[in-house]
């Protein structure tokens, strides 16, 4: 139980005080590493090497305040010890009694002009309410997030550009209140979250997207623009209201446009109040890639037809960053058990990492616990994709001697050397940070792994949802996607069954709610969204066939999702019989799909809705890689739903149709005259005033 507990022992910060130029000398722990087709190394540098540097002025008090062991005694329920952010400082102000200063959270002022200081620093949150108890059962849109007995928490969220330089290269990120990285989001499972955002960016649109959470009866809060909701435009205030009934690792990001990489995105955690696994503490880790240009100009370079690259790759000129930084000390105690929670939320690389010296045994992915795996056994790494999470346990060792590398690199499965490409490597493709168990000791260098292919990771479908749910069936829908890249009038797009998603004038579940309920089952109506019509309660199966080179994460909102098979790279379309359907599939919301290979899962459509499927590189997103799952529209037809006028207004104010179908034709909704049904030409992103009404995605 986390009703009362240490708050921040250890925090993540990015190289405040001391941090390591070069090289190193210890032996260490080669965990895991000494079989498989790549070997341990070490950089070949000396111990001469070594320099520690101060270069940024930090007062050391913070560390000692940091592991001093503050504790907070909580009216409602307690907060344990993600050191992450320091939403805890205020976050729940109203309901707890902290008992010691929270000094060890640095103000970024100190370094403000090059990295932040404190990933996921404090922002305003309030709470109300008793007790937390999950009850969210919604079936149709309800909008209904007051039907929870636990507590509410309100974020009020001014989101607006910032300056840091995470890789060193100062540029505008978007933050939150003033700060970057973005604050993370923390509650109890059963608590009724609500964000208050104002979009004061001045240049670009906005909206906040709840990734893995699904929404069920609040479609509308599901922030995807074009889909659930008209893009919030500069100057315009929008609330975001639903019930945290899961409990897991999620995130939450911008879904406008191809913005999120621009920095607007945070950790999203949902506590349970009964965690199935005994630990002492937590940390969150993302692992993301950077690049220093700003996403409207990567993405008018790509979606032009002066197209940068076929596959729409940008160069990885920031590298990988952990938490947000580059050089990250990560605090432990030794002898403790920590729930270190892996969130990627990159642009376009998946990630895969190296605790040096540490085993991980995993516990969830994707908000699904899993049946304990050590995710090395057998030699093999793990990796994430874009939008995926996983959970482990890690025990820190006994002794305070030496601190460890974790090393993080960009899952070279995805950059194309299926191709025969190889990573340019001017890029700082991989990224350190260290396991700190004692600031006095040397920061050793990460193991060096070689010509990682895909047999040298882990295959994720491999886990078991620890509830052990069964194969769902039988199928009621079987629907095959086959997933391509094509030029189109010049421009890379991608293709689902021939067509690339082009943004409708008026938002799919608008339309859903506004056309003649004879016609809400008709997939015509909503335009070239690629839409595909559910009835309640069907089991869905989704075939994909990836005909591209490249790897592709998909993701479904509104839903987990059982993984019923994932073919090797290269293996062609799914031939329609399964090699082995398990009993037990894994679930989770986010799927890698190999290059030229297929993956097929099933849900059910028991949550009404427009639930987007796409791939999760957000430059794909841009380039059509989307589908829209309308989930028995009849039923949100029928719930008499009204919009709240927030929501009306951020349309009003855009300005974008949100009545009638994919034309803005409500008077007779299978007249699509005047729908778009072009590729965007002169894509800028989310850069407002906007360039094209057809863009939205
Ligand atoms: C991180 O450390 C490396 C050396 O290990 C150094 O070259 C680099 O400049 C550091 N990066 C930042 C952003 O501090
Ligand atoms: C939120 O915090 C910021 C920065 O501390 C402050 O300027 C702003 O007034 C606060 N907003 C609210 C609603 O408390
Ligand atoms: C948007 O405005 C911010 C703040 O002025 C600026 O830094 C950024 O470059 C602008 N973005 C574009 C694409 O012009
Ligand atoms: C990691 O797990 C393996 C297999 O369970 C075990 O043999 C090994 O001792 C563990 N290593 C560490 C550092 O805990
Ligand atoms: C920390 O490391 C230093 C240098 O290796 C060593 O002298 C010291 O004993 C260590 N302290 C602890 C508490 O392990
Ligand atoms: C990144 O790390 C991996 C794993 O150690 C290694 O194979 C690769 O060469 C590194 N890449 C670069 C550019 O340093
Ligand atoms: C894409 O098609 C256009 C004509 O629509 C053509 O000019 C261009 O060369 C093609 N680009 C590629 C990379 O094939
Ligand atoms: C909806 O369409 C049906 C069948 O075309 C028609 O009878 C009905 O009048 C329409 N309802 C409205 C509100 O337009
Ligand atoms: C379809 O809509 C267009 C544009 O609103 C209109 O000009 C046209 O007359 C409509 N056609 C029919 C058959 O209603
Ligand atoms: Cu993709």
Redo the contacts with the bound molecule.
Sequence with gaps: MLSSTTLAYCFVWASLTQHIVAGGSNEYDSWGHSYGDYQNGWNSRSSSTWQRSTSRTKAASPVTSATSGLTVSSTTHGKSSSDWQDTSS?FRSTATTVTASLSSVESTTTCSSIATSVPYP???S?VSGTSASPSKTGTALTGDASSTSGNTVTY?W?IGWVIAAPDGVARPVIGV???WPCPSIDVMQGDRVVV?VYNGLGNESTSLHWHGIHQRGTNHMDGATGTTQCPIAPGQSFRYEWIADQAGTYWWHSHNMGQYPDGLWGPLIVRDPNPPYQYDEELIITLSDWYNDQMPYIIHQYQSTAGEAEDGTPNPVGGALINSAKNVSIHVKPSTTYLVRIICPAAFTGHGWVFDGHNQTTVEVDGVYTVPVVATAGGKNVRIAPGQRQSFLMRTKDTTDKNYAILDFQDPNMLFINKGLTPDPVYPLNATAWLVYNTSADYPPPPVLYNLGNNDFFDDVNYVPLDREPLLGPVDRQLVIDMSMENITGISRYILNGHTFIGAKVPTLYSSLTVNETEVSNPTIYGDVNPYVFKYGEVVEVVMNNLHSNLHPMHLHGHQFQIIERSDPKAGKFSGSYSKLPAKPIRRDTVMVQNEGYAVIRFKADNPGIWLFHCHIELHVEAGFSASFIEAPEELAASGFTLPGDHINACKTYPMDYVGNAAGNDYNALNLTGAPDTVPKNNWGAIYPPTEDSAHS
């Design positions: 205020s404090a922002t305003n309030t009020d001014n209140n003033g700060q208050n």
